[in-house]
């Protein structure tokens, strides 16, 4: 492929040397900081948000189906925390690998990593019966869909306290929350606290080592290059014998494990699982993340969710928050952060849609339009 | 708009099986039943506990004028879709900042409580024109700003602008009147019954509702069929190649769709405030959905359709809130919603896009 836009294409050793250098101070950073310190905090949530992000980007980036609701699996995820690591379910008695500490109290309490398995699973599960109905459909409606379905789940977790599932147990807690959830206890560790922050951090970024890898793997594997050509042409790709039934639900299934394995891991740090959480504007928060970034490169869906994040939980609380009254005017910058992701949105789209990281073949796409567009008509496969 | 009839005729139904015709069936009627399921349910349920059907029709009476409402948003969902294949995401933002801009304007000349009858009539009327004014050319500028740089590109980099420019509008609504929602003056007593015929109240909201609507609706359906820049309209919506090879501006065309649109919502802006007497900033957004909703269900790019769906979307709006519970209602909306996108894409009264013409 003829090199294009200034297209930057690094060399190999190069590019394994700054991977390796940003992991390095990945993991040095929280030592820089006190052991409870804000930064730290923050910093935790980043790198959540980041699994999610790169979750996102494998059904928006790599397969092209754009999805509005993926905060369902944030929701999923962290419900799974609440019922299966706090005491929700007083009536029942379940202890698998925790603690002293667990062990004595009543409800179901399973060891954090059974927990990310199971948050995964129910995840790709959600994600494939969610991904079910959209796939005759035409890439707007699958839009609208997965908002449709993302807003029945929030309903869903907003009246779950009224809906019994046996007994005394409800589904769950509402407005309310389920809270306290129980803290990550990892096998030979300490119990986390939530004085020493770091453990926490470490175990984000494990999260997004991993899913880092995994999304690598992907894209470079059979099924990632199925997933790009069925975002360049959907008719062409069929034709080339690519099962656009699996490999559309696999994306689904992969993008809403990650998101459910961050959620997981938000529901014991934040400590609550409560309905408010799962607002439409959180999936468009992880999208603004990752068109921020760049779609379907992997390294531009880091550093956007990084960004984003951290201009979200410092830049606009922090920084800028009096710059409005400053000037005059009668209100906080965090009241609207919303509206400042959904203008940074349009000005993304409109002057570098691509992304501030872009993936090259996206790049030409966005910028030469695929072989199947005509200049106001976009073809596309009811 | 080519009559959209275009979807293949099945073979005669001997010829199949039994489930090929219960197939056919279904395709055919099963979006009909399925609608019909809620009134129909809570109507055997009066029936059986109050002997008679004044309740079902009340709510269903309810549910019409505000669908009324809700139609004349879809109609901007409808129009834009059909000439650009867009969903403006933004459009129930424009209806919401038409509700705040006309109580802000009826504010401002001093509309209230005390007003006369004439001053009320004529200050509305007035009002009704800045609201319509406001949206349409904000929904214009909204186009040339975020939809026009982006014609050339795939598909769904529109409608991230889209969901960005709603959450802009969204903002600006929030900053405007506050995050929690603000009631308005009850300039119409809205709630005051007029007559009631057969058990079935009907009330100043309703006239109101259905007085801004159906002519509205009138003049919309006689400029799109009838006017030089309506057929331009249908010719762009139909190919625009073509259109422009025929001398069509397709840009100012697509402009123009934008403002009617645009008017229509701010219409519904200024009579959604009268109706509820309640304006919030998330107004936009819900209405937004039910109106989409009923754009899709009357077959996307079809006017009559999105009319349609918006008085179905309102009876089904009204039957929840009223039967079950407002909290569920978005959800039992939005199953429909998927239902249908899934089944029955092209609606009840057949899509009018270029993939379907």
Redesign the interface.
Same mark, same amino acid.
């Given at each position: 492929m003829r090199r294009r836009f200034g297209a930057r294409t690094l060399p190999r050793g190069v590019n394994f040397a700054l991977a390796a250098a940003a992991i390095a101070i990945a993991i040095v950073f929280p030592l820089f900081f006190p052991q409870g310190s804000g930064w730290v905090d923050d910093m935790t949530i980043a790198l959540a948000y980041v699994v999610m992000g790169l979750g996102l980007n494998v059904v928006v980036g790599y397969a092209?189906l754009?999805d509005?609701g993926y905060v369902a699996f944030f929701a999923i995820g962290a419900y799974t925390t609440g019922w299966f690591m706090s005491g929700f379910y007083g009536d029942a008695n379940i202890h698998v690998f925790v603690g002293e500490f667990a062990k004595a109290l009543p409800g179901i309490h399973l060891n954090f990593l059974l927990v990310v398995v199971i948050a995964a699973g129910l995840c790709a599960i959600a994600g494939i019966i969610i991904g079910l109905? !959209?796939l005759?459909?035409?890439?707007?409606?699958i839009?609208?869909?997965t908002?449709?379905?993302g807003?029945?789940i929030r309903?869903?977790a907003? #009246?779950g306290n009224e809906i019994t599932i046996v007994g005394n147990a409800k589904l769950t807690a509402g407005r309310q929350g389920i809270t306290p959830i129980d803290k990550i206890d990892l096998p030979f560790l300490d119990q986390f606290t939530s004085l020493n922050l770091r453990p926490w951090y470490w175990t984000a970024l494990a999260l997004v080592l991993v899913v880092l890898f995994v999304n690598i793997r992907l894209r470079d594997s059979r099924l990632g290059r199925a997933w790009i050509a069925l975002r360049e042409d959907e008719v062409a790709a069929a034709s080339m014998g690519i099962p656009l039934v699996k490999t559309k639900l696999m994306a689904y299934a992969v993008g809403a494990a990650f998101g459910g394995m961050s959620g997981a891991f938000l529901g014991s740090f934040l400590n609550t699982v409560n309905a408010d959480q799962f607002a439409?504007?959180f999936s /468009?928060f992880i @999208?603004?993340m990752i068109?921020l970034g760049g779609l379907g490169s992997v390294w531009g869906v880091v550093i956007g969710s990084l960004a984003l994040s951290l201009i979200n939980t410092r830049l606009i609380p922090d920084v800028l928050n009096d710059v409005p009254s400053n000037l005059g005017l009668d209100?906080n910058l965090v009241?609207?952060n919303?509206? /400042?992701?959904?203008? @940074?949105?349009?000005l993304m789209?409109?002057l570098r849609?691509e992304g501030l990281l872009p993936e090259r073949r996206r790049q030409i796409? @966005?910028h030469e339009? !695929?072989p199947g567009?005509?200049?106001?008509? #976009?073809v596309?496969h $009811? | 708009m080519e009559a959209s009839t275009s979807a293949p005729t099945p073979p005669p139904a001997l010829s199949r099986g039994f489930a090929a015709t219960v197939q056919d069936l279904l395709s055919k009627y099963g979006l009909i039943a399925l609608l019909l399921v809620l009134p129909v349910a809570y109507g055997i349920q009066d029936l059986r506990d109050d002997g008679n059907l004044a309740g079902i029709a009340n709510n269903l009476l309810d549910g019409l004028s505000n669908g009324a409402i809700i139609a004349l948003i879809a109609v901007g969902y409808t129009l834009v879709y059909g000439i650009?294949?867009? /969903?403006n995401f933004a459009h129930g933002e424009v209806f919401m900042i038409g509700s705040f801009t006309a109580v802000a304007f009826w504010g401002l000349i001093g509309l209230g409580l005390g007003s006369s009858v004439i001053g009320l009539v004529l200050g509305l009327l007035l009002t009704i024109l800045v609201a319509m004014v406001t949206c349409g050319g904000m929904n214009v500028m909204i186009e040339r +700003?975020?939809y026009r740089?982006?014609?050339? $590109?795939?598909? @769904?980099?529109?409608? /991230?602008?889209a969901?960005?420019?709603?959450?802009?509008l969204?903002?600006?609504g929030?900053?405007w009147l506050g995050?929690s929602p603000k009631s308005v003056d009850d300039l119409i007593r809205a709630q005051d019954n007029l007559f009631t015929f057969i058990g079935i109240n009907v009330s100043r909201a309703d006239l109101l509702a259905f007085g801004v609507t159906i002519p509205l609706v009138i003049l919309l359906t006689v400029f799109v069929t009838r006017a030089r820049l309506g057929k331009a309209m249908r010719a762009t919506a139909q190919d625009? #190649?073509a259109a422009r090879l025929m001398g069509i501006n397709?840009d100012t065309t697509i402009s123009l769709t934008f403002l009617i649109g645009g008017m229509m919502a701010g219409a519904a802006g200024l009579t959604y405030a009268l109706y509820q007497t309640t304006i919030w900033f998330f107004q936009g957004?819900q209405a937004g959905?039910l109106a989409?909703t009923a754009a899709?269900m009357g077959g996307i790019g079809n006017l009559r359709g999105a009319v349609l769906g918006g008085l179905i979307i309102g009876c089904i709006q009204q039957i929840s809130d009223n039967r079950i519970?407002p909290?569920?209602t978005?959800?039992i909306v939005?199953?429909y919603?998927?239902l249908i996108? +899934?089944f029955r894409?092209q609606g009840l009264l057949g899509e009018e896009t270029?993939?379907a013409g």
């Open positions: 092209g754009l509005l109905p !959209t005759r459909l035409r890439g707007d409606y839009a609208i869909v908002l449709a379905f807003e029945i309903v869903f907003i #009246e439409f504007g /468009i @999208l603004a068109i209100f009241d609207v919303y509206g /400042i992701f959904g203008f @940074l949105l349009v789209m409109v849609p796409e @966005l339009g !695929t567009d005509e200049a106001l008509v #976009e596309t $009811a | 650009i294949e867009l /969903i +700003v975020a740089p982006l014609r050339g $590109a795939p598909k @769904l980099a529109p409608l /991230i602008t969901v960005g420019m709603s959450f802009i969204q903002n600006v929030l900053l995050g625009p #190649e397709v957004f959905l989409f899709v519970s909290s569920w978005p959800a939005f199953a919603l998927i996108m +899934v894409p270029r993939e």
